[in-house]
């Protein structure tokens, strides 16, 4: 499974757009890539995963580049409850595990 | 419908010691893996298991052991405890390995 890259830690303000970044240069084809979230003291959340197509659901959007290099999600509307560890995560359509790495960190300040 | 179950919350051991951890995933779910997450890192994977079988195992020794029960329960065994065992230990149920539901944790504390 490719590896993926993030930023350490960002900030947003409430209300406004949250947008993380997300590097997978060495992505293959047939990889997703996914979004998960970790509110402190609980467990990991699936938010959003995707191919090629940007995809949208009730949480979050996530755009994927033409290339699959790289990606973002995005909060539409940042709320208080959103401050988070988000992790970007690629994964193939037969691996059994998600490599979670280190995350960014988002603080959404009021 | 309750959510993916773990327990104990919290646990202290001793070196050397054995744990068992339990875990019950959502009603319908017959996958069940498991996951170490060490303060300020992300989860790691330890073990898979679908349909009472090992389909994965991640980079762990041989102390760390799984299985899986008929009901989809599962347990997670780790033998002769190290410091070093210290960890958030994650639960996650799946209908698909699409998406994974995660349970709050039992809180590892080895002294």
């Known amino acids: 499974d490719a590896k993926t890259t993030q930023p350490t830690s960002m900030d947003c303000a409430e209300g406004r757009a949250a947008n993380l970044p997300c590097n997978h240069s060495?992505?293959?084809?047939?990889?997703?890539v996914y979004w998960y979230r970790q509110i402190h003291s609980q467990g990991p959340q699936y938010i959003i995963h995707?191919?090629?197509n940007n995809e949208t659901n009730e949480m979050a959007s996530l755009i994927i580049t033409e290339d699959r290099k790289s990606s973002t999600l995005i909060l539409p509307h940042a709320t208080l409850r959103d401050t988070a560890v988000y992790y970007c995560?690629?994964?193939?359509?037969?691996?059994?595990?998600?490599?979670f790495g280190t995350g960014t960190s988002l603080t959404v300040i009021p | 419908d309750a959510g993916v179950t773990q327990s104990p919350t919290h646990l202290i051991k001793t070196r050397g010691q054995h744990v068992t951890l339990r875990c019950s995933p959502i009603?319908?779910?017959?996958?069940v893996s498991w996951y170490q997450q060490v303060l300020g890192q992300g989860p790691q994977f330890i073990f898979q298991?679908?349909?009472?079988?090992?389909?994965g195992r991640g980079n762990f020794p041989d102390r760390f052991s799984a299985r899986q029960f008929p009901n989809y329960s599962s347990e997670l065994n780790v033998n002769a405890l190290l410091l070093g065992d210290s960890a958030l230990y994650l639960c996650?149920?799946?209908?698909?390995?699409?998406?994974?539901?995660f349970g709050s944790g039992t809180q590892l504390s080895v002294l």
């Open positions: 996650a149920s799946s209908l698909t390995l699409e998406k994974l539901f």
């Open positions: 060495t992505i293959s084809g047939n990889e997703y």
């Open positions: 995707g191919l090629k």
């Open positions: 995560i690629v994964r193939g359509s037969t691996g059994n595990q998600f490599y």
């Open positions: 009603s319908g779910h017959k996958s």
């Open positions: 298991y679908y349909e009472k079988e090992e389909r």
